[in-house]
């Protein structure tokens, strides 16, 4: 029974372990990130930003649909199942199957979707519709290949090996500095030419994103030659997941981009101040760059969500597959307990401290031709957003919850049914809200939708397992509250007597100041929490 124990106690540290260095990882990822988006952001808050941003969600909404959401969801529970019962000869000879089938899918879907953007392109319209058109075209091959990585990546990560799936987009982001900050200033004013030297760049990264990961693949010995047939019956079981969960996910992520099509479509340009609504002319509640200043303050809020909730909740989740897969409802309560805990720590601790500092952050981006009015808009969106944070980080455990006993239908339903409500909010809040606050509707309405996402999941999720320890999560809650509340205290004192300094110094105060203080205070307070985070659990 202790050999028993102590076995099962070095797995679940290897993969609470694990989330530590995906978190590192990703933390790099997005530093690059930043500096790409920098680099993109800069080029200025025009209708041709928002056109690149807009043609970029496409293939992305494929990357966040099978990398982070639907493919990995339903793949990694049956790999793993087959791996733990039938061996690692049938669960190379399931990846291999799942590969060649969604490579067929994925030819298909990219031969579709760039015969309608070169037919779009030639129907009468604005240039900005053609231009549009063009940097979809461009990059919406980067489908094909992130989805292909991520179904690579997945099987990896049910073997613990979660290095290379983190890394991957640092491939993407160096080669879109490269584009953005190097390349496409050669081309001066011409902010078409310089933007199509970006989207291209997104392409090639793919095919190198692919490549490596095939080649790791092969050096772990998972990788078979992709074959169509004989069809491994884990491939009905993945089917069976991942069917209504690409509906309910796909729903939920086309929200999101539903979003930047309404934000195209209500912005005022020299050319159509007015949109037409049931006959009537109503005037277009947004300005040009919106996509572009909104998607600034996204990349701000999803950074540390990415670095923190997400890695966690995927190095946690091949975890929660194998104690739900063995019946072990003891040790998956107590893995929902524990990350949820940290989640709701990292989310609340880093949605404080982005509220107050936003301004300062947002001015990063004030350079070239991204004024600091853009600068000051993009910051009060950040401000909309990160009023869910703690929501955010949340639900990446929550899903994942479900995911891991193989029930895909309960969080995306909640989740179809909100993105209805996120819909209405935004197009009610985009009038209701003055002119210059309008794109907040972006954020606010996401944070309201989300929070309501979270707490229903947490009550189900209850009712279903059983009780997860909910006075340790409100014990833990109550430390972070305090310990947000001593650091906001401190971050406000502190950008009081700073406010006629350089942002930058300001950042270089504030941000280390505030993490120390809400360290050092859930370290008074006894969290086991920061315990887990600092590797002495």
């Not at 989330?19 to 920098?38: E, P, Y």
């Not at 043609?55 to 791996?83: D, H, M, Y």
């Not at 940290?342 to 936003?358: D, H, K, R, W």
Request: glycine share 6%; with cysteine; net charge positive.
């Amino acid at each position: 029974m202790n050999q028993r124990n102590e076995s099962e106690h070095k797995e679940r540290e290897h993969f609470f372990t694990s989330a530590k260095v995906v978190a590192g990882i990703t933390l790099i990822s997005r530093i690059f990130g930043f500096f790409r988006d920098l680099g993109i952001t800069s080029l200025g808050a025009t209708r041709y930003n928002d056109a690149f941003g807009l043609a970029f969600k496409i293939p992305n909404l494929f990357r966040r649909l099978f990398g982070e959401g639907a493919l990995a969801s339903a793949f990694v529970p049956v790999f793993t199942e087959v791996n733990e019962k039938e061996g690692a000869e049938k669960a190379r000879l399931l990846l291999a199957n799942a590969m060649a089938i969604l490579t067929v899918f994925l030819a298909v879907l990219l031969v579709i979707g760039e015969v309608c953007f070169f037919t779009y392109s030639f129907l009468p319209g604005p240039k900005d519709r053609q231009v549009l058109m063009l940097f979809a075209m461009i990059m919406y091959p980067y489908m094909f290949t992130v989805c292909l990585l991520a179904l690579c990546s997945a099987a990896l990560n049910s073997r613990g090996h979660f290095i290379y799936s983190s890394a991957a987009p640092i491939i993407l982001n160096i080669f879109g500095i490269a584009a953005a900050w190097w390349i496409a200033p050669m081309m001066k004013e011409n902010l078409q030419a310089q933007l199509t030297i970006v989207s291209f760049s997104v392409t090639i990264a793919g095919v190198v994103q692919l490549a490596a990961v095939l080649w790791l693949l092969k050096k772990s010995g998972l990788f078979l030659m992709p074959r169509l047939r004989p069809v491994e019956p884990g491939i009905g079981r993945i089917l069976k997941l991942l069917v209504p969960m690409l509906i309910g996910l796909g729903f939920l992520q086309f929200s999101e981009f539903f979003q930047d099509i309404i934000a195209w479509n209500l912005t005022a340009t020299k050319t159509a101040a007015n949109f037409n609504l049931f006959g009537w002319s109503v005037p277009c509640p947004l300005r040009e760059g919106v996509i572009v200043r909104v998607g600034a303050a996204r990349a701000f809020y999803q950074f540390p969500m990415g670095v923190l909730a997400i890695s966690l909740g995927v190095a946690v989740f091949p975890l929660m597959s194998r104690y739900a897969s063995r019946g072990d409802m003891v040790n998956l309560r107590g893995s929902i307990n524990r990350a949820l805990r940290i989640s709701l720590m990292e989310g609340l601790a880093t949605g404080v401290g982005l509220f107050i500092l936003a301004e300062p952050i947002m001015m990063i981006y004030a350079r070239r031709k991204f004024t600091v009015p853009d600068a000051m808009q993009a910051a009060f969106v950040l401000k909309m957003y990160v009023l869910g944070m703690w929501a955010y980080c949340s639900y990446q455990i929550l899903a994942r919850a479900f995911y891991a006993c193989k029930d895909t239908k309960t969080p995306l339903k909640i989740s179809c049914v909100l993105s209805v409500v996120n819909l209405i909010l935004l197009l009610v809040m985009l009038w209701v809200l003055p002119s210059d606050k309008a794109p907040g509707a972006f954020g606010l309405s996401t944070s309201i939708t989300f929070s309501i996402n979270a707490v229903v999941l947490i009550l189900i999720l209850r009712r279903r397992l059983g009780l997860l320890g909910g006075r340790k999560i409100a014990a833990s809650l109550a430390r972070s509250l305090i310990s947000c509340a001593v650091m906001a205290a401190v971050l406000y004192l502190l950008r009081f007597y700073m406010k006629e300094m350089n942002y930058l110094l300001v950042l270089g105060v504030c941000v280390p100041a505030g993490a120390a203080v809400f360290l050092l205070t859930v370290w008074l307070l006894r969290s086991p929490e920061i315990k887990e985070l600092m590797g002495r659990a």
